[in-house]
């Protein structure tokens, strides 16, 4: 969120420069790039992950439902 928010406000910066006839300076475009890009990473990233916690949840419910499949498969072949 502190990149997002870092974004918008470089973004704010340029948009008043622009606004008051002004030229923006490279260091502003160059970081208003860079921040962008880490934006665009750290989504990336957090996509991923989430990717892999959803992967993971349906094999932990897959062996979930095995494992209760083979638990009530034991307890009905012991019951008499």
């Not at 923006?24 to 208003?32: E, F, L, R």
């Not at 916690?53 to 979930?64: G, K, N, S, V």
């Amino acid at each position: 969120r502190s990149q997002e928010k870092s974004l918008a406000e470089l973004l704010a910066h340029a948009a008043a420069l622009e606004r008051d006839g002004q030229k923006v300076p490279p260091a502003i475009t160059d970081s208003i790039a860079r921040t962008r890009d880490q934006v665009n990473d750290q989504r990336a990233y957090l996509e991923r992950r989430e990717n892999e916690r959803a992967a993971l949840q349906t094999e932990y419910d897959q062996l979930l439902a095995r494992y209760r499949e083979l638990k009530s498969a034991a307890n009905d072949s012991s019951t008499p």
